[in-house]
């Protein structure tokens, strides 16, 4: 049976949910028989259609925003691309980070033959514990697995990240904190200009519980 999504923030124009790790965020993903589509199970739930406005991996959990119709959807698809959308992620890394903030430029390649394209993070530690970090990250550029390859450039992977991380570190990382075989990045906040309103909107997903299970939150 497929849980209902949790549903974050919902006007006439927009809404949000809080996606769980392992769902797929559009048909277009190339789902296999089994696979659970968020933009699927959205629709199903609300019995509206809903248009794609931006992806998140497969693994990460948190804020997934669609337009319930394809003005405003495609008003934010552009904002996206504009990088005109603040997008706030958290992870837990192992290892010590280089700095308490520090930005990556560090281009990238969506393929080992694709060309190199300009990338930037903005990092910053929020908290520590033994040689585990809270990282929050600010994507200014949008390019794939950004934030994950950014954060292997700086020696400190995603705790549960098995395709930078490997999969023994994963593996042994994941038994230690009772996290299993979760990455532990999630998408906390995003913030942009409602395009309907023109009001100033935020949207924040709650911690998820992984994440809380190795930084309790006050």
């Known amino acids: ?50 248009y794609n406005i931006h992806r998140i991996d497969r693994p990460t959990t948190g804020v997934l925003l669609f337009g319930t119709d394809r003005t405003t959807a495609r008003a934010l698809h552009r904002a996206f691309e504009r990088h005109e959308i603040k997008k706030t992620y958290w992870a837990i890394v192992s290892g010590t980070p280089p700095a308490d903030a520090w930005d990556c430029h560090e281009p990238l390649r969506k393929t080992d033959d694709a060309p190199e394209r300009e990338a930037y993070t903005s990092f910053r530690v929020l908290k520590n514990s033994a040689s585990l970090f809270l990282i ?49 990045l999630q998408s906390r906040q995003m913030e942009f200009r409602h395009p309907a309103t023109a009001e100033q909107t935020s949207i924040t997903a709650p911690i998820d519980p992984m994440l809380a299970l190795c930084f309790p939150q006050p």
């Open 1 to 50: 049976m497929i849980e209902p999504l949790h549903i974050i923030y919902q006007d006439e124009w927009l809404v949000a949910v809080d996606k769980p790790a392992g769902q797929l965020v559009h048909p277009a993903d190339n789902p296999k028989e089994g696979d659970q589509v968020t933009m699927k199970i959205l629709r199903d739930q609300i019995r509206q259609h809903v």
């Open 136 to 184: 929050e990250a600010t994507p200014h550029t949008g390019r794939t697995h950004q934030i994950r390859k950014h954060l292997l450039h700086a020696g400190i992977p995603i705790v549960g990240d098995y395709r930078y991380a490997g999969i023994g570190p994963s593996d042994k990382i994941g038994k230690q904190l009772g996290t299993g075989t979760r990455m532990l």
